[in-house]
């Protein structure tokens, strides 16, 4: 047997019905995208981990300066300039990722990344060289706030 519904009534249960359906969607859609979005937090501790990295990266370019100024490495170009040339490239990465940071403290890391440059391609003496690893490495530390 049939019972007659009114198209009002319909009408009103379909309207609720929408309604329900679309608000348990908008709340399930913001849980879902909450916890894939990962937090501040977790965003300047991956930006950290980076610029770590790369400090620990530059530090390393005196072994191979070494071994050119020894002849028994690479050429400058491929044992220094090349790394250099990456670990530029990460951290200008690094640096975009990095918000907070103002340009001059961007212009003043890449400008000793290029000076260190400068220091191999005129063959400066390794204890020169290792000082200005070891002053870039600290100050990529200081500027992302990595204990060293």
Known sequence: MALYVSAGTRRRRTVVTAVVA??????????????????IDERVSSVQ???GDIATGIERLDIEYEQVLSGSGDTVDA????????????LQSTLDRAPWLTQS??????DQLAEIEASARRSDPLADFQA?????????????????
């Open 22 to 39: 679309a608000v348990v969607a908008l709340a399930l859609g913001w849980l879902i995208g909450r916890q894939q979005v990962p937090s």
């Open 79 to 90: 044992g220094v300039i090349q790394p250099l040339d990456g670990l530029r490239t990460q």
């Open 49 to 51: 981990t980076a610029a």
């Open 105 to 110: 403290a961007r212009t003043a890391l890449l």
């Open 132 to 148: 200005l690893l070891t002053g870039t490495g600290a100050a990529v530390r200081a500027t992302f706030g990595v204990a060293p």
